[in-house]
């Protein structure tokens, strides 16, 4: 008895600081991106456990003027939505672009910047590329899901621009100074940020659009957006906001011209127009979307395809050379194959297709094929392995009675019998590489499910692109395990 | 009479525990010769050591004793596997037909052509009593035709010396017999025949001589009647 009242006032005591905190000050708590990095929110380079910028210095003023204290919680860039929507913070602020689509599903703070989206190309090209008619037929990178991307669809409608996405801001530039693209457009913001990294690129000032950033709060929420709203307001009319965008350096013309209208109390600016009107019925969506997911779903068949193809391959040299070869062989084979399954997926796509840009630049669907191709070689080469030490002793040593070379042993006895074995791990692994190629899409590579995201950013549902994305990926995948199935049957296991 | 196989002072240990301890024997050409004794004697050992499946110190010799006409067939001295063996479970492909079985060491190891290897391995098998099941699967044939398929796959490669380990373990009384006419049949044919076995109804009905065997040694050797007596 002792002891449990004794870990009871023990657990009383670890709870107690956070209690008492929480009635002392409610919490703010704000979504947002810290890998969206400066000047929005990062980790602050002295104190990584903290994040700054001007997102989080306008979480702050927001908190103080609730009389609450702001509390950051990280949230992926493109699940903000989502994540506001399900209430996992008070309000989404990460440099989050005013839409129409977002208008209708969550409710959305008067602007508190406005921006310009401009393009941004290697100095060399200032001449030739000053505007996205210039661009017909060049590859031009940007965010997806973005304004930007959204003008980047009508450029490609109307010039024949090509679109490429990427999930992070970063790398748009980074490839753009080596070539992989020739030109960014995203916001001035990110374009400043992106010359200053990248030597040898530079900002078209012309804008090709103007968007706006705004916070974000769930639909049932509008109460505490209005608070916020007469918040933001103030903060315009007193320069605390100024003062926040001139830390920054952010302050431009277009500020206090934007400020003095809201002030005055007009309504919020237009959206800027996108390609895709929100108000269509989800049917109408998924026709029009259908031809771009059966595209995406092409894609991500022939890259599992070819990957699968290369895995196999490379699979059956390593399992050979770890069963047969010397004892250093061996072992170097068994460390590369524990390095490959050790480290993620996704992590193996970064070093292919940025980490060697220095070296070599892999175009983006090769980059995609030999990290799935390498990455899958390992755990064939697994399976190989185990299916090659399986084949009964009794039938290799009746090949060497009637004077088989080891060679010939392999080749005709062990490797067919293995390849049966191992015929139905190997389709489950096919059927997993097939899911897994949607890792691809950090590399800039647009297959099923990174279209499916888009589809679904832009009907602002996750439903009836979830069920067409589930669908096709079952149509690719059950054929397959049915006709492993009849082989095996057929070989009269 | 001329020797085919000499074995001299054979050693085989496992697991560091001798198995077969300073075997001494030869055997002629067409000779029949049966290894006999209790479960361990290392019957089994001595076959697999001769076949080359087994570590083993000591000597095996094989002399070839036919002579071939090179004129007509250059290659007759690569062409046969001088050794060849019937595993007591067989240990056929289980991935190819009974005819593949036959004629895979033929076509890859001997490099005779696979039209003539397979009408060979039809042969073979005829002569056998299997030759209606040649496109059936291992796993297909009952244990006896299992058998005869093996030693058809032991035959294609034309050995001077066939080992049999256990033959009669997976047939029935009628077979048994069947298998004994075979074994001699074989040996007119000038191959040498040493076969493992435990079977003293077998061996007295086929072999010429019996070695038997005890704890790895050859404690008694001569006629079946006079050994198994």
Redesign the interface.
């Known amino acids: 008895m002792w002891r449990v009242r004794h870990a009871l006032a023990i657990v009383l005591l670890l709870l107690a600081p956070s209690r008492l905190s929480a009635q002392q000050t409610p919490e703010l708590r704000w979504g947002g991106d810290a890998e969206g990095g400066a000047p929005f929110v990062e980790a602050d380079p002295s104190d990584p456990m903290k994040v700054i910028g001007f997102d989080v210095e306008i979480a702050q003023l927001l908190a103080q003027g609730l009389g609450r204290m702001s509390r950051f919680v990280q949230v992926g860039f493109t699940s903000l939505d989502a994540a506001a929507a399900r209430g996992d913070f008070d309000i989404g602020l990460s440099g989050i672009e005013d839409s129409a689509a977002r208008r209708t599903r969550l409710a959305v703070t008067i602007p508190y910047y406005q921006f310009r989206e401009i393009l941004t190309v290697r100095a060399a090209d200032g001449a030739r590329y000053r505007t996205l008619a210039d661009l017909a037929g060049r590859r031009v990178a940007t965010l997806g899901a973005t304004l930007a991307y959204d003008l980047l669809l009508e450029a490609q409608a109307e010039h024949g621009v090509v679109p490429v996405t990427y999930e992070d801001d970063v790398h748009p530039y980074s490839d753009l100074a080596i070539g992989r693209v020739d030109a960014v457009l995203l916001d001035e913001v990110l374009a400043e940020r992106g010359v200053r990294r990248n030597p040898g690129l530079m900002n078209q000032l012309a804008p090709v659009g103007v968007g706006h950033y705004v916070g974000i709060l769930s639909a049932g929420n509008a109460g505490l957006r209005d608070r916020m709203n007469d918040i933001l307001r103030q903060a315009m009319a007193d320069g605390r906001l100024e003062a926040i965008f001139r830390k920054w350096k952010m302050w431009n013309d277009d500020q206090p011209e934007m400020y003095a209208r809201l002030t005055a109390g007009s309504a919020p600016p237009e959206t800027a127009s996108s390609s895709a009107p929100v108000a269509t019925s989800s049917w109408e969506a998924a026709v029009r979307y259908l031809p771009a997911l059966l595209r995406a779903a092409a894609i991500t068949v022939v890259l599992s395809v070819l990957s699968m193809a290369l895995a196999i391959a490379l699979g059956a040299a390593l399992a050979t050379g770890r069963v047969y070869g010397p004892r250093p062989v061996q072992i170097v084979l068994t460390a590369w194959v524990e390095l490959i399954r050790g480290t993620p997926l996704l992590l193996q796509l970064f070093v292919l297709y940025f980490g060697l840009a220095a070296v070599v630049q892999l175009p983006a669907f090769l980059a995609a094929l030999l990290g799935l191709g390498i990455n899958y070689a390992a755990y064939e080469s697994e399976i190989y392995r185990g299916a090659l030490q399986a084949v009964?002793r009794?039938?290799l040593?009746?090949?060497?009675?009637?004077?088989?070379s080891e060679m010939?042993s392999l080749r005709?006895?062990r490797a067919?019998?293995a390849f049966?074995l191992a015929l139905a791990p190997m389709t489950n692994d096919f059927v997993a590489l097939l899911k897994d190629s949607s890792l691809v899409s950090v590399i800039t590579v647009v297959e099923l499910t990174k279209q499916t995201s888009i589809f679904a950013a832009n009907i602002g549902s996750w439903v009836l692109p979830g069920v067409m994305c589930a669908a096709m990926y079952l149509v690719l995948s059950l054929p397959l395990a049915r006709f492993a199935r009849k082989i095996e049957k057929g070989?009269?296991r | 009479m001329t020797s085919v196989l000499e074995v001299f002072d054979l050693y085989v240990d496992r697991n560091g525990q001798p198995v077969v301890q300073g075997v001494t024997f030869t055997a002629g050409v067409g000779e029949r010769v049966a290894l006999m004794g209790p479960s361990g004697a290392g019957k089994t050992t001595v076959l697999r050591a001769i076949a080359g499946l087994e570590q083993s110190a000591g000597a095996v010799t094989l002399s070839r004793s036919s002579t071939y006409d090179l004129r007509e067939d250059p290659f007759a001295l690569h062409r046969t596997s001088p050794v060849g063996m019937v595993f007591q479970f067989h240990h056929l492909f289980e991935h190819l037909t009974a005819l593949q079985n036959v004629a895979l060491a033929p076509v890859q190891v001997s490099r005779i052509p696979r039209d003539e290897a397979e009408r060979r391995a039809k042969d073979l098998l005829d002569q056998l009593g299997v030759g209606h099941r040649m496109h059936a699967r291992p796993h297909e044939l009952s244990g006896g035709e299992a058998q005869r398929v093996a030693i058809a796959r032991a035959l294609a490669m034309k050995p001077l010396l066939l080992l049999m380990d256990e033959p009669t373990a997976s047939l029935d009384p009628a077979r048994r017999d069947d298998l004994a006419s075979t074994v001699r049949r074989l040996s007119e044919d000038g191959t040498t025949i040493l076969i493992a076995t435990h079977d003293t109804a077998f061996a007295g009905a086929c072999v010429d001589r019996v070695l038997l065997l005890h704890d790895g040694r050859i404690v008694r050797e001569g006629r079946p009647a006079d050994v198994l007596a």
């Open positions: 009964p009794g039938q040593e009746a090949a060497r009675t009637l004077g088989f010939q005709l006895i067919p019998q049966r070989w009269g």
